[in-house]
């Protein structure tokens, strides 16, 4: 008997207490997924495709040789407002959840350090902060009368487990969780709420608190905060005017929180069970490190040319993951929790090929266009605890298996129609990266999305303020609230595909002074 993966890619190791991993191939793209549109107002404004352009704070964090385009120095600060709505879509139901939130896209400072009249013209060091990725959302979808439970999920996690393994006592709740894998928790659990009872040689089904007849009304709520966000230190090198150079050491801050909140009640259901709650909180913060390096080539006056490598980031994470089950009878009420199951990793995210080309006009404006490989194939998890080579070593192939490389486009155009006064528009495309056509469980993956922005920018002698409203439209995969398949007997339990979409505003705004 063999379940799907995209459900067994969790595992428990022989430590003295419940040290587990709830990582799936889900999550580490999750955690891989950048946006270019959290940097300064220009950045966005054009798209993001600043890989050729330069002279922006923002090019720390995409090409770093574009700092040793500033003649001058530089600091400024990108405050941005964001409010998005998830529309998920389920038996021909729709539900929506808007959320809106106040954030800091970027701050930094881009210092000129030499000038001179050597090979090399100038060096310019920029410090500073920038935000990746914005985890905050709010989904929900709910269905009527399905013909499936959740709870023969469970009974099927547990089948052929003694009932001595799974029985939690007052005197020691925490030795089933031991035991066995994450995977498993849910039935352990439902046994000892008593969703599940004991028929013939341990095998447990839900049937004795289900009628034949009864018809499923499941419900998902889902709730996810956090952030990732860059503090980076670069160098920027300008070599007569014609070649930059320049490198980054990006730091990492990571923090993201799930809580999956699955219920069920119950139509036609003559036997006791009235409705049952199943809570997963999921608690990831990690400290990761990555290298830019890049190159831009001014041939002409008009015409740059830009490339950059953005190597993974190798990230140590933290985790906390925990489970929580309610049932409801027609006389009393039963509930259990796990404990918490801490755990420590390595993941390493996908490398990045950056190219680009700019053509400006002085006092006309100019056009930029980016184009982006990203490795998702190459994502890995890395360094579990515990003796999980084996699980690690499947884990990492079934992200070959789930994901593809993608390409990503960007391009920008900014205009000039009066001395010191910008108009820009910008379009990005960040292109398919799921290869499999599967559905996820209990989370919506983004496969793809696109960025469509506009802003004007001022200068005021030394001081600039620009600002910049982005519109972004996320694709999703489609996930199933509960899954499970039987290789053997070939048979599926299913709560049948969520289809999610997501639209995103933001408005940022850029204030700087250049010196």
């Not at 906390?320 to 309610?326: A, F, I, Q």
């Not at 980016?370 to 890395?382: L, P």
């Not at 192939?397 to 009066?418: M, W, Y």
Request: glycine share 8%.
């Amino acid at each position: 008997m063999k379940k799907n993966k995209f459900v067994t890619l969790c595992v428990i190791a022989a430590l003295p207490f419940a040290t587990a991993t709830a990582q799936t191939p889900g999550d580490l793209l999750n955690l891989s997924q950048y946006n270019y549109s959290f940097g300064t107002a220009r950045s966005a404004a054009l798209g993001g495709a600043f890989t050729s352009l330069g002279a922006d704070l923002s090019s720390m964090n995409i090409n770093p040789a574009g700092l040793g385009i500033y003649r001058g120095s530089e600091v400024g600060i990108s405050p941005s407002l964001t409010w998005s709505n998830m529309e998920s879509g389920f038996q021909g139901r729709s539900n929506d959840y808007s959320r809106t939130r106040f954030s800091l896209g970027n701050v930094g400072a881009a210092l000129n350090l030499y000038q001179g009249t050597g090979a090399l013209t100038s060096f310019t060091l920029g410090v500073g902060y920038t935000k990746l990725a914005d985890f905050n959302t709010t989904s929900a979808a709910y269905g009527q009368g399905i013909g499936q439970s959740m709870t023969e999920v469970f009974a099927e996690d547990i089948r052929g487990v003694s009932e001595s393994t799974l029985r939690m006592t007052p005197e020691d709740p925490i030795s089933p969780f031991q035991s066995l894998a994450i995977g498993q928790w849910g039935g352990i659990l439902a046994y000892n709420t008593y969703v599940l009872d004991p028929v013939g040689d341990n095998y447990y089904a839900p049937w004795n608190n289900l009628s034949k007849d009864a018809r499923i009304n499941p419900s998902l709520y889902n709730i996810n905060k956090g952030s990732i966000g860059e503090y980076d230190i670069s160098g920027g090198f300008n070599f007569q005017n014609i070649l930059y150079l320049g490198f980054t050491v990006g730091i990492q801050d990571i923090y993201f929180r799930n809580e999956n909140n699955y219920s069920e009640t119950y139509s036609n259901n003559t036997l006791p069970l009235n409705r049952l709650n199943y809570i997963r909180t999921l608690r990831q913060d990690g400290t990761g490190v990555n290298f830019k390096f890049g190159a831009i080539l001014r041939p002409v006056d008009n015409l740059r040319i830009g490339v950059a490598v953005h190597t993974p980031t190798y990230v140590s994470m933290n985790e906390e993951y925990t489970e929580y089950m309610s049932a409801e009878f027609n006389t009393q009420q039963n509930w259990q929790e796990s404990p918490y199951a801490p755990n420590q990793y390595n993941i390493n995210t996908p490398t990045r090929l950056l190219t680009g080309i700019s053509f400006t006009l002085p006092g006309v404006g100019l056009i930029t266009a980016d184009y982006e490989r990203v490795w998702y194939d190459n994502m890995k998890i890395r360094n579990m605890n515990g003796n999980n080579w084996e699980f690690e070593q499947d884990l990492n192939q079934d992200i070959k298996s789930f994901f593809q490389p993608a390409n990503n486009f960007r391009v920008g155009v900014e205009a000039t129609p009066l001395k010191n006064f910008y108009v820009r528009v910008g379009y990005a495309n960040y292109g398919e990266c799921i290869r499999t056509k599967d559905a996820f469980i209990n989370q919506a993956n983004v496969r793809s999305y696109e960025n469509y922005s506009a802003g004007l920018g001022f200068r005021f002698q030394n001081f600039y303020l620009d600002a910049t409203y982005i519109y972004t439209a996320y694709k999703y995969a489609p996930y199933q609230m509960f899954y499970f398949y039987d290789d053997k007997d070939k048979y599926t339990i299913q709560s049948g595909a969520v289809d999610t979409k997501q639209n995103r505003n933001t408005i940022t705004l850029s204030a700087g002074l250049k010196f």
